[in-house]
């Protein structure tokens, strides 16, 4: 029998996959558990259930001294110490598979808000109520999809997914990842393999899904948003450190790029006060997974990895 703290609140769907045997350990309806209420748990559990908005450093992991599990209610997990967790041996999971779809999907919402300049123009209609806004026939032009290049940085599902919809309306793809694809995979999925300069330099919109992690630490600079078209467009829906911010915001300021759809910041998730100023820059709270098919899928599958590690399986989403 064991013990499954779960650090935050979550919806009762999918807990029926553990068996009754097991103890379920949960925060009150309407909160998460409180750092020291982690803390003062963390003794008696075998399996901790941890959130992407919640820190698991090595200070909280090591008050677990039963811990055998860390199973991560997101496909990111760079909020948990993994180099200690692997150290204590402990395994941890995640849940890639529920969140490719409802990622993708508001990475195309946010590129066709900034391509289209949606939030600009509804912002224009609402400042004059009842009274028709006047539009010059060449007045804030947007950019157009079809035969444009995008480069996706980060060639995982989500980027994959992202390809396949923008290759519906009318895109060319590129990408760029650490291993190249075979090019029978290339040429199946319809993408051509660049650099990351020559990705950066070659693409109309640029939408960023690599994982967060020392190396990709700043990996959109000022160096390489200068290499950039000014017209282009950039998304990011993956981490926000993997940006420079204070580069991106001089970048969106002097003209250097046209525009960023953003669902990520640098610094926890707090955007800079100064992109709220700019007509060019669309944003939302880190809100990748936030609808209610997400939610459930990911609840499924984050306790169907507990479920199948409880029982001595081996098929879990393992990262650790």
Known sequence: MATILVAFDTLDEGFERIPSDHTLIRPPHGRDFTQEELAALLPEADVLCSVFDIPVRADLIARGGKLRLIANYAVGYNNIDIDYARSRGITVTNTPHSVIAPTAELAMALLLSCSRRIVELDTMIR????????????????????????????????????????????????????????????????????????????????????????????LIGERELALMPAHAILINTAR?????????????????????????????????????????????PHVGTQTEDARLKMNHEMLENVARFLAGRTDISRVV
């Open 240 to 284: 926000g450190a993997v940006v420079d911010e204070e580069a991106l915001l001089r970048a969106l300021q002097q003209g250097s790029i046209t525009a960023a759809g953003l669902d990520v910041f640098e610094h926890n998730d707090c955007p800079l006060a100064e992109l709220s100023s700019l007509p060019n820059v669309v944003m939302t």
């Open 127 to 218: 400042r004059s109520p009842g009274v028709k806004v006047a539009m010059g026939r060449t007045d804030r032009m947007g950019l157009p999809l079809a035969e444009k290049t995008l480069g996706i940085v980060g060639y995982g599902n989500i980027g994959e997914a992202v390809a396949m919809r923008c290759r519906a309306f009318g895109m060319k793809v590129i990408y760029y990842k650490r291993h190249r694809l075979s090019p029978q995979e290339e040429e199946a999925k319809g993408i051509t393999y660049a650099s990351l300069d020559e990705l950066l330099r070659a693409s109309d919109v640029v939408s960023l899904h690599t994982p967060y992690s020392p190396e990709t630490h700043h």
